[in-house]
């Protein structure tokens, strides 16, 4: 069966205060237990969070994917296995987008991650330009062979995609349950092709891009979308919940 998962992307949001309100918030809300919910903090607080953690995943944002070394600034997956993460986001539009990740270094930070045995969650999307051209379907799945599909199956087994949209992050403009559902059922059929039945039928697809309480339902209520990954409404306990319970 595929995991049902909710995360919610903080981004470079809240003060340690606001975040240690917002976690403690969250980790006392009623879900379901089979719905895993994942937050993903500003990385100074995640020690302090996991600390407390006992219903909700905290993962990161970010990490540079060298072991240790001279890069100032930075802070390695091994560093973060070591606080007791185990879960990280690689592909973020706005990693691409104003930190010049490219696809050839989203492929190290992949490697990185899963040669720890990290649960990554691989996000991917195009821009509106890409969309109004109708290369999207073709745009996405690029990503995904030049980052993601030289893994084995088994390692693909840690890894969870997310399909969001560049146009509706932070947008208020939402795709449309149908536009949705057609990228992830392409998404699902490129899995299928690459790795067979089994890796197609079990990996999660999460939606991202303006996901809130009036949409999450009928979201989520597609057949090939397996959760969401939420930014600005992560930022509220009550509009996350109201998500983490849209199933
Ligand atoms: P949004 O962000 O929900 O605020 O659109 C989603 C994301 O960037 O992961």
Redesign the pocket.
């Known amino acids: 069966m595929r995991k049902k998962i909710v995360?919610g992307?903080w981004?470079m949001n809240l003060l340690h205060s606001d975040a240690i309100r917002l976690f403690s918030e969250i980790e006392n809300q009623q879900v379901s237990e089979d719905v895993i919910r994942i937050v993903f903090p500003p990385c100074i607080y995640i020690s302090d969070l996991i600390k407390s953690a006992k219903n909700v995943l905290v993962g990161a944002q970010n990490f540079y994917p060298k072991e240790n070394g001279a890069y100032t600034g930075e802070v390695s997956i091994n560093q973060l296995k070591d606080i007791g993460v185990n879960h990280v986001?690689i592909g973020?539009?706005?990693r691409r987008m104003f930190f010049n990740e490219t696809n050839e270094f989203l492929k190290e930070k992949v490697d990185a991650a899963i040669h720890l045995g990290m649960h990554v969650i691989f996000?991917c999307g195009e821009s509106l330009e890409v969309r109004d051209t109708n290369n999207h379907e073709s745009f996405v799945i690029n990503q995904l062979n030049s980052s993601l599909y030289h893994l084995t199956s088994d390692q693909l087994k840690l890894v969870t995609i997310?399909y969001?949209p560049i146009w509706?992050?932070?947008?208020?403009r939402?795709a449309t349950s149908q536009q949705a559902e057609e990228m992830h059922s392409h998404i699902r059929k490129s899995v299928l092709e690459r790795y067979g039945n089994e890796s197609a039928d079990s990996i999660s697809i999460l939606y991202?891009?303006?996901?809130?309480p009036s949409n999450a339902k009928e979201l989520f209520s597609c057949s090939n979308v397996d959760g969401?990954?939420?930014?600005?409404?992560?930022l509220k306990a009550d509009d996350f919940f109201s998500i983490s319970t849209a199933y």
């Open positions: 995360a992307n981004k986001l973020h539009s706005e996000c997310a969001e509706a992050i932070g947008t208020g939402t991202g891009g303006s996901c809130n969401g990954l939420i930014g600005g409404a992560s």
